[in-house]
Every structure is written in C-alpha cells, then in structure tokens.
C-alpha cells in the first residue's frame, strides 16, 4: 500500500493546520491508520491513531489540540493541528496497518514538513 501525505508548512504559533494522506488502491483490508513526528534531532514518536471502528489515542502531547480523523471509502486519514507551538515542528509521517488474509503490513508515507514559528 503506497500512502501520499501532504498539508505541512510554515505556520505562526496558535496557527492551524490540516494533514492528509491518502492510500492507494488495494485488496488489503486497512486497519489501524496513525500519524507520527520526528522532531528534529530526536526520536521518531506516536503523535495519533486510529482504529478501523474509529477509536482513538492521542500523545499527551497533543491531547485537546490535535484530532485525528479518517474517510474509509476514500482510504484517507487526517491529522487536524490547532494551536500549534514551537515545539509541534518536526517532519509528519502517516502510518497504516493493513492485512490480508494472515498477512499483516505496515506502510509509511513519504513525511511532510511542519514548522512552527514563535
């Protein structure tokens, strides 16, 4: 499964911002979709999941200003980023978990830059 993120950019703090990324067409069944961060010089980290029933879990981090969502028909999951500090900058990477029969994958999308200024 390919995935295609876009939305990241250069935003002032307490701006906003809505990720995207879409998932190709396939037979597999796409389960647990989630976005992920890796600041820069650190760790890449849990930023959001999100079940295929629609359960949700949120890095303490962001609770109470980001909202992960996703469109099944369109196989599309998004990461909407409100009130965004210094802190948010990293490069974004959405995350999925799809399975096909007994055959489970993981597939990464190509990252999308977020920078937050003060």
């Known amino acids: 499964v390919q995935l295609q993120a876009s939305g990241g950019g250069l935003v002032q703090a307490g701006g906003s911002l809505r990720l995207s990324c879409a998932a190709s067409a396939t037979i597999f069944a796409i389960k647990d979709m989630a976005w992920y961060r890796q600041p820069p010089g650190k760790q890449r980290e849990l930023v959001a999941t999100?079940?295929?029933?629609?359960?949700?879990i949120y890095a303490d981090s962001v609770k109470g200003r980001f909202a992960i969502s996703r469109d099944n028909p369109k196989n599309t999951v998004y990461l909407q980023m409100n009130s965004l500090k210094p802190e948010d900058t990293a490069i974004y990477y959405c995350?999925?978990?799809?399975?096909?029969?007994?055959?489970?994958?993981?597939?990464w999308g190509q990252g999308t830059q977020v920078t937050v200024s003060s």
């Open positions: 995350y999925l978990k799809s399975s096909w029969g007994s055959i489970i994958t993981d597939s």
């Open positions: 999100i079940t295929s029933g629609g359960s949700t």
